[in-house]
């Protein structure tokens, strides 16, 4: 998806610059231009171009040919030769000696550059591939001679790193396989820092490949060592004895042909180390069970739910911790008695339940229950049961209990808080820290004009009267985002296009950590009191006017006195 990068060698400036715009406007990217084989080379070590338009002719000691050489021992990009000159004798000579990929007459025509660049990269990629290809065979062709069933796990890992660094297909291997005790038996073939290695080992395990079945990026690897790294399970009859890693020495997607060679390579691997990896699985699956044992038995113990486990006769077999607690009652009060003792008003409710379960009947596995406690508490729980057969045949209800009495509760004061805003005679308004609304109540719907659906998403702007200054606004914003209270009045604008005023106090809300998050407006409607108090400003003003006129024509001696006094 990115634009091809392109080299330009040519040692007339003039004709080199025109090159690139006419190239850059075909959306090619023109990395660099070299007037001599010497800054060529330095450029293409330098900046890794896709390709290279090469100028057979060029100033200084060393030709086009030579420098298209010298850059092939290096790296592997493809060349394309620009001539001004049909002579046979340069191109026999390029032929043998560089490994063209095309050659252009200049001065270089636009379309026919296009179609050369383009033909160019396709056949680069494809004899790259081949190559790899080539490479991978030759690996599959040693694994098979050299591997043998007697070595050890890390004799195994060593053969197949000195195998595979010989290969061009890769930039990283890693070998990962499992010892008789359960450790790694890990190979860092090539390519990986051994400081990095080790970081990938500390976070990796069995059971990070045990459930693969397919090639997988390696999220880990890649963030260690920065190139895009792929895991491949090797395993034998379908179980996981290990892992091979490798990040892809090209930047472009592996091959379907390359994936296909390297599960072969996986393949000789696994089969060579299955019978070591027998032996040391069952050491080390003997270990896992007893090491899941315990962490099944920490999990069950220090669970926030109650769990428990019903045998046949309805008698509780097991309780943890956190069911004691539920219940209110010690162990050896709730082991081997019936679960019917402990219930409260659902008690025949969750009998019939259990009953119907236990028969294989299609029952609702999550639903709310009642315990009652010793000092007659009723607690509120969810349930959430099921059944299974143990290794007898035997059918047992097991499940888990949480204690939702509390949360009940906190959601019954939320709805009564939620309603009361709702219903609300004064407009709430809650936003983010941006001003972007998040919430109205019904209030505000009925005094603006604007429905929740209209109101929320928009930045309290939207209403904006105009009215008020930017230092006004400036005030508010910085009032309320230092944590403060702001109270005053605001003019905004109604869906119609009216004026409305408010009387509105704005007051942050803070999450646990103290931290503002949101913002609510508490809005009062006054437009019409305020323009009642300007109204009645106003006539008190008239009324002292009157007064003094009166005032002034009472004390006045003629009327051009009164006249300049009125």
């Known amino acids: ?50 390709i290279i338009l090469m100028d057979i002719q060029l100033l200084g000691n060393i ?21 001004a000159y049909g002579d046979d004798a340069y191109i026999e000579k390029a032929l043998r000696l560089a490994d063209p990929y095309g050659f252009l007459h200049k001065p270089v025509d636009d379309k026919a550059a296009f179609t050369m660049i383009k033909i160019a990269i396709a056949r680069f990629a494809r004899d790259q591939l081949i190559l790899r290809i080539n490479g991978l065979l030759q690996v599959k062709a040693k694994l098979f001679e050299q591997l043998n069933s007697t070595m050890s796990l890390s004799e195994i890992g060593a053969e197949v790193c000195d195998i595979l660094v010989a290969s061009p297909a890769f930039r990283q291997i890693w070998i990962l396989l499992w010892s008789e005790d359960g450790q790694f038996v890990s190979q860092n073939c090539t390519g990986l820092n051994p400081a990095g290695f080790n970081e990938y080992l500390e976070h990796v395990s069995f059971e ?3 459930a693969m079945k397919t090639t ?80 099944l038995k920490a999990i069950l113990e220090k669970s926030t739910t109650g769990i428990y486990l019903v045998d046949d006769q309805e ?22 008695y019936g679960f019917p003792k402990f219930l409260g008003p659902s008690r025949d409710m969750v009998i019939k339940r259990y009953l119907a379960r236990m028969a294989g009947e299609d029952i609702p596995s999550e639903y709310e229950i009642d315990i009652v406690r010793p000092n007659g508490e009723i607690r509120e729980l969810l349930i959430s049961a099921n059944t299974f057969k143990d290794a007898s045949g035997i059918v047992r209800s097991v499940g888990h209990l949480l204690d939702i009495t509390d949360q009940k509760k906190a959601n019954l004061e939320f709805i009564k808080l939620s309603q009361a805003v709702e219903q609300s005679p004064v407009m709430t308004v809650i936003t983010d820290l941006d001003g972007t609304i998040e919430f109205v109540n019904s209030e505000f719907t009925r005094v603006t004009g604007y429905t929740a659906e209209e109101s929320v998403g928009q930045n309290t702007r939207f209403m904006k009267s105009e009215l008020h200054d930017k230092a006004f606004y400036k005030d508010l914003w910085d009032t309320i985002l230092n944590g403060d ?37 508490l809005k009062e409607d006054i437009t019409k009191y305020k323009a009642e108090r300007e109204a009645a400003e106003k006539n008190q003003k008239l009324r002292d006017i009157l007064y003094d006129i009166t005032s002034a024509a009472i004390k006045a001696k003629d009327v051009t006195v009164l006249s300049e006094r009125i």
Request: net charge negative.
């Open 1 to 50: 998806m990115q634009k091809i990068r392109i080299l330009i060698v040519e040692d007339e400036r003039l004709a080199a610059e025109d090159l690139s715009i006419r190239l850059e406007k075909l959306d090619f990217s023109v990395i660099g231009i070299a007037s001599t084989g010497k800054d060529a080379i330095k450029i293409a070590a330098s900046q890794k171009p896709d």
């Open 63 to 83: 030709d086009g040919i030579e420098t298209a050489k010298l850059i092939h021992e290096k790296q592997p990009i493809p060349v394309i030769f620009a001539t």
């Open 315 to 336: 008698k509780l077999e097991y309780v943890n911790d956190r069911m004691c607690e539920i219940l209110n009652r010690k162990r050896e009060e709730i082991v081997g």
């Open 485 to 521: 209270i702001w109270v005053g009045e605001l003019s905004n604008r109604k869906k119609d296009g009216t004026i409305i005023w408010e009387k509105m106090s704005i007051s942050p809300i803070r999450d646990l950590k103290d931290e503002i998050t949101h913002f609510v407006a």
């Open 208 to 210: 990070t490949f045990s």
């Open 216 to 295: 997988e990026s390696d999220t880990l690897m890649e963030r260690i060592s920065g190139y895009p790294a792929y895991l491949i399970p090797i395993g034998m009859e379908g179980e996981t004895i290990g892992a091979f890693g490798y990040a892809p020495l090209s930047e472009v997607d592996i091959d379907d042909k390359e994936q296909v060679i390297i599960a072969d390579i996986v393949h000789v691997i696994s089969h060579t180390i299955r019978d070591t990896r027998q032996r040391e699985e069952r050491v080390r699956a003997q270990r896992l069970i007893t090491e899941s044992e315990a962490r």
